[in-house]
């Protein structure tokens, strides 16, 4: 685990499994290694990115605080595969938000994912493996063919989930992503 946080700390990115498939990740305050991920993928930024941690308090620096109510709501739903948009503390790194308010945030129930960002010390960005637009890579070996030596493939065993992560919004309740 030395050589991932060392590997985090100088901008690399990584593939990982989760729930339902590979995700990409870094160290979320490292613009430039955001980028690198944005390049990989062809994605745009305007579209903001999830974080994935594995407890609450590695994402409170990126989020305004919630109400009770808001804590009970996301407490109901995690850990799991369930992403909720909130908004965003004022020094939230725009990288992260894209053109949007609020950002993008789950307590991961995968034991291998929750490790990564225990191990770390910090929540992962957490982007499905793919091309934009395309399918989600779900085993190490799709993941080294689609990102060669870019990417820091770590190995492991998606979870049992079919689909994505529901999106679900604080705020307004709407779910974005079912």
């Known amino acids: ?11 690399g990115v990584i593939a990982y499994p989760t729930e339902s498939c590979f995700g990409l990740g870094c160290d979320p305050r490292n613009r430039d290694a ?19 941690a594995a407890h609450v308090r590695q994402l409170r620096p990126y989020l305004k605080p919630l109400s ?19 908004p965003a503390a004022a020094n939230c790194p725009a990288w992260l938000t894209g053109k949007h308010h609020s950002i993008a945030v789950r307590i991961t129930a ?21 091309m934009s637009g395309g399918k989600a890579s779900r085993t190490t070996r799709e993941c080294a063919r689609l990102f060669g030596s870019r990417v820091m493939v770590l190995p ?4 049992k989930q079919r689909k994505p992560s529901t999106i ?11």
Do not use: F, Y
């Open 1 to 11: 685990m030395r050589a991932l946080r060392q590997h985090l700390k100088n901008g």
């Open 34 to 52: 955001v980028k690198k991920i944005l390049r990989l993928k062809k994605r745009p930024q305007a579209k903001g990115l999830i974080l994935v």
């Open 68 to 86: 009770p109510e808001q804590q009970q709501r996301t407490q109901s739903t995690w850990p799991g595969p369930h992403t909720w948009l909130i």
């Open 110 to 130: 995968h034991r291998v994912a929750a490790q990564l960002c225990r191990e770390a010390g910090m929540a992962l960005v957490s982007t499905s493996a793919n």
């Open 156 to 159: 492991g065993i998606i979870g």
């Open 168 to 178: 679900q919004d604080i705020v307004s309740g709407k779910v974005i992503r079912a």
